[in-house]
């Protein structure tokens, strides 16, 4: 939870993490880069050091929040502006463009396609690939 540094709280940003593959780039709220970095790290799977986090906003007073990943209700409350949802995220957030990391949604149409061979549906309504010979 967001608490003030006079009581002992902590003070919660929002940071923007990412790693040299950019398979799960996304936001993280922490209290610090390190908290950032280590909590995607955690996660996600990756070795300690593997991350970097840089900071986008501070979260206002009036809002509270812990540490880990915002929801879209979230990111929306604190000024974001959702410019896609497929087949990654794109958020425009204090003046910047975010965009998602790739693999979940790589993951997800690959089991549509797997799904649609199989049944003809496409259960995370992926768009199908599309193909000029």
């Given at each position: 939870m967001r608490k003030s540094t006079n009581t002992g709280f902590k003070i919660m940003k929002l940071y923007w993490v990412t790693t040299e593959d950019h398979d799960e780039d996304w936001f993280v709220v922490a209290?610090?880069?390190e908290e950032?970095?280590?909590y995607h790290e955690k996660a996600e799977g990756y070795d300690p050091g593997d991350a970097e986090a840089?900071?986008?906003?501070?979260?206002?007073?009036?809002?509270?929040?812990e540490t880990g990943w915002p929801s879209n209700d979230f990111l929306r409350s604190i000024g974001a502006v959702f410019l896609s949802d497929e087949?990654?995220?794109?958020?425009?957030?204090?003046?910047?463009?975010f965009c998602e990391g790739l693999l979940?949604?790589?993951i997800d149409e690959v089991v549509d396609d797997?799904?649609?061979?199989?049944d003809g549906r496409r259960p995370n309504n992926t768009k199908k690939p599309f193909f000029h010979s």
């Open positions: 209290s610090s880069a950032a970095a280590g840089e900071q986008v906003l501070d979260i206002p007073d009036n809002i509270t929040t087949p990654a995220r794109v958020v425009e957030i204090a003046g910047r463009k979940a949604s790589v797997e799904f649609e061979k199989r």
